[in-house]
Each structure stands twice: as structure tokens, then as C-alpha cells.
């Protein structure tokens, strides 16, 4: 089976997979949040942005949320810089006032906006100055996406906004917001967080007997462990915050179901590309696994070609031909490079430029070909996961030559998701 004929059914088999109809998806008033989710390096930040842009200029009153930690989302919006609020892009008007916001997730000021909202001015101003709470806050395991959880309810709740476009971390840990409630129970509910937190819910000087007397060969050796200073550090975080672990897990619980709302949108961004592929079928599984809405998948940088009836192997033949001094098709009697006539006409032609057209057209006819067998390989890529998954509605959007890096190649890119498949394709 020759690669034409390879990649004209697997074209075929691409088509049966369902498109994933965006503009749909954007117009409808019941969709309120739009989580975009994938591997690191498929143009997920700027898949959301152009969704962002997208959907305000249709209509929307929109705010995109990113929680990577690369800048390209603000130098694409035109933004000098994003932070933890909200911030109005201008350029973008929509019909019915629709609008977009774009900001950042600051991990550490998530948190302490949650300190100061659920504290008494002393008790929150114990926390925020207390060294361990500094570090956790900072960048501890798990913070940021308990953070992404904690924010997006908090937009939601606001409802000033009436779509939040989320674009999440890189690889598999973009799904590590779902686990988020989960971790925390298990971290507030732990043994480890009981013992530290048992003299604080004795009392005075009765706590401290008991962890004396109780605790004496535990502390010894978490003070050897962790160092007195911290352990202290520890004990008195645990003691201020003690009357706030309730409310994180149950905001944490609330924005999970939120996440498994009908209103809710998960779209997994990938490349055509095995890795990423394989990375958004993980995603597709555990998404399923937890009852999470999937919309479908975003494919991004997809080649195409406006002259894909000229199949890799014709054109490297004709190269060839070219090189060795021969004619692109003998069989063929009228595709010579030149006829008699035309050698007759140019008697007095530089044999030189013959030879430099020829070398020129022979590179072209390899570049073609390394195209047509890079679109091949991305089709048997694509039928791999399509044949895994033939339910999922697919939108292609074709590679660029370059990053986007303004509104117009975010509009661009917004044009190309909607119509789900690549120009020149």
C-alpha cells in the first residue's frame, strides 16, 4: 500500500470522527466555565486565550484564568503584565457587551485572600507572619492547584463573568486540581496533623501536658527531624488555622462539583504527535473516570498541504530524476523538464541557470515530500486515538510559522478552532 493511498484512508477514518462544534460551545449561555487541559508544549495557553477572544467578540462577558506559569498569555492580550485580578483587555469588543478579562493565579495571595476572608484580623495576622505558613503558601506540593480550585470558585461565586475559561498546568498535573479535596482531606484528617493539632483543642497548659507526656517521643524526633523552630513554627500554624480546615475542604468539595456541572466544559489540547496523544487519552480516561464534562479535543499544529495529490514518492522520484539529469516523468511524454522546442528557443541559454532551476526544483520536491510524510505520519497518530476514542468531537487547527503574539493571531486561531480542520488541508 503506497503512502498515498495510506493517508487518503486515513483522512477517510479522521473524517468519521465527530467535529467538535466550538462557536456552539462558546454561544451557549449555559456554558459557564471552559477548563482546557493537556500535555506541556501543545498551545494550551494559547488555545484559551483564543477562546477567550473568541467568545467575548461573540457576545461574552469573559475572564481566562491561567495557571501556567509561562507570560505569553499577557504579551498575546496586549497585557504588560497578568497578576491575581482580573484585568480588562482592551481591543476586544464584543456585540451585547461582551468583553475579556485575563489574569494570573498568584498561589501566595490566594491563600492569604483565604486567611484574611476567614479569620479575625488577629488570628489572620498570626498566620500570614508565620514562617512555616510563608513556605507553604510559597510552594508547597499540591498549593497551586488547591489555589486554581480555590479561585476559580471564587470567580464563580462572584459572577461578574458569564464564562471562566481555566487554562491549567502542563502534563498530567493539569488534572491535579481534581485530586485537590481529596489530598487535603487526607492531609487535615492525617495522624500526623491530629498530633499537632491535639494540645491546641486541649488548651493551656493541659495541651502542653499532654504533648509532654503523651507526644514526648514524637516531638524528640520530629524536633531532630524538622528542627525545634519549625516543629514550633508547625504547631502554632496548625493551631491558628484549625478553625479553617473545614472550610477548605468544603470549598474544595463545592468547586469539584462544580467541575461536574453541566455547565462546565473540559477541552483536551494536544498535538498530533504520539507523546501528546497518548497524554490526552490519559486525560480522556480519568475525565470519564471522575464524571467530568469532556466537550472534546483541540488539535493543534496540524499539517496540511494545498498539493497533497503530489504523493512523497512522486515527488522524490522527480527529484531524483532532476538530480541525475533525467526528465520528472517519462512515461508520462508531455512532463519533460524541457522539449525540443523550448531547447531550441534557449540554444543560447546559460547551461548554468538549467542546472540552478533544476537543483532548486529538486529541493522543493524533497521539502514536499517531508511534508506529505509528516502528514501521513500525523494521520496514523490521529486514527490511533480516534479508533481508541470515536466519541470524542475533535476541532483541528492548522501549525503556524510562528507564536502568536497578539490579538490578531489569537483571533486567527480562534477562527481555525471553529471551523475544526486546517487550512490548506
Known amino acids: ?39 506541556g508544549g501543545v498551545g494550551k495557553t494559547t488555545t484559551a486565550a483564543a477562546l477567550g477572544v ?28 497578568l497578576d491575581n485580578t482580573p484585568r480588562r483587555v482592551k481591543g476586544v469588543e464584543g456585540a451585547d457587551g461582551g468583553e475579556l478579562h485575563a489574569m494570573m493565579l498568584d498561589m501566595k495571595r490566594t491563600f492569604d485572600e483565604i486567611v484574611e476572608g476567614h479569620a479575625d484580623a488577629e488570628r489572620a495576622e ?67 496533623i491530629r498530633v499537632l493539632m491535639a494540645p491546641a483543642k486541649v488548651g493551656g497548659r493541659a495541651g502542653m501536658k499532654f504533648l509532654n507526656v503523651g507526644m514526648s517521643l514524637m516531638t524528640g524526633t520530629l524536633s531532630k527531624l524538622m528542627g525545634a523552630s519549625l516543629l514550633k513554627d508547625v504547631q502554632t500554624f496548625v493551631a491558628a488555622m484549625d478553625t479553617m480546615f473545614g472550610g477548605f475542604r468544603t470549598r474544595a468539595d463545592a468547586t469539584f462539583r462544580l467541575l461536574q456541572a453541566p455547565g462546565t466544559a473540559f477541552l483536551v489540547v494536544a498535538a498530533p504527535e504520539p507523546d501528546a496523544l497518548r497524554e490526552a487519552a490519559y486525560f480522556v480516561q480519568r475525565l470519564a ?84 510524510q509528516v502528514i501521513a505520519r500525523e494521520q496514523r497518530t490521529r486514527d490511533r486515538f480516534t479508533s481508541l476514542h470515536p466519541e470524542v468531537a475533535v476541532a483541528e487547527v492548522a501549525a503556524l510559522p510562528g507564536d502568536v503574539h497578539d490579538l490578531a493571531g489569537l483571533r486567527a486561531i480562534g477562527e481555525r478552532l471553529a471551523a475544526g480542520v486546517p487550512a490548506g488541508a
Not at 495510506?6 to 473524517?15: H, L, Q, W
Not at 510563608?134 to 480555590?150: I, K, P, R, V
Open 1 to 39: 500500500m503506497t503512502e498515498a493511498t495510506t493517508g487518503t484512508k486515513a483522512g477517510a477514518r479522521m473524517d468519521a470522527a465527530p467535529r467538535l462544534p466550538v462557536d456552539r460551545l462558546l454561544d451557549d449561555p449555559g456554558t459557564r466555565i471552559i477548563v482546557c487541559c493537556g500535555a
Open 54 to 81: 473568541r467568545a467575548a467578540e461573540r457576545g461574552r462577558k469573559v475572564v481566562v484564568l491561567t495557571i501556567d506559569p509561562a507570560r505569553r498569555l499577557a504579551q498575546s492580550m496586549g497585557i504588560d503584565s
Open 126 to 192: 498570626a498566620i500570614l507572619a508565620n514562617p512555616f505558613y510563608q513556605s507553604l503558601s510559597a510552594g508547597f506540593a499540591g498549593t497551586q492547584e488547591y489555589m486554581a480550585m480555590e479561585k476559580l470558585g471564587q470567580l464563580r461565586a462572584r459572577d461578574d463573568w458569564d464564562l471562566i475559561v481555566v487554562d491549567t498546568p502542563p502534563s498530567r498535573s493539569a488534572l491535579d486540581f481534581l485530586d485537590a479535596p481529596k489530598r487535603l482531606g487526607s492531609f487535615l484528617d492525617g495522624k500526623f
Open 289 to 372: 473516570a471522575e464524571n467530568m464534562p469532556l466537550a472534546g479535543l483541540v488539535l493543534n499544529r496540524v499539517h496540511g498541504s494545498g498539493a497533497d495529490q503530489l504523493s512523497a514518492e512522486r515527488a522524490l522520484a522527480a527529484a531524483e530524476n532532476l538530480e541525475e539529469g533525467g526528465i520528472v516523468d517519462q512515461r508520462s511524454g508531455n512532463a519533460g523538464l524541457r522539449d525540443s522546442a523550448a531547447e531550441a528557443v534557449n540554444a543560447d541559454a546559460d547551461p548554468d541557470a538549467d542546472a540552478d532551476v533544476d537543483e532548486i526544483t529538486a529541493g522543493l520536491l524533497r521539502l514536499h515530500a517531508e511534508r506529505m
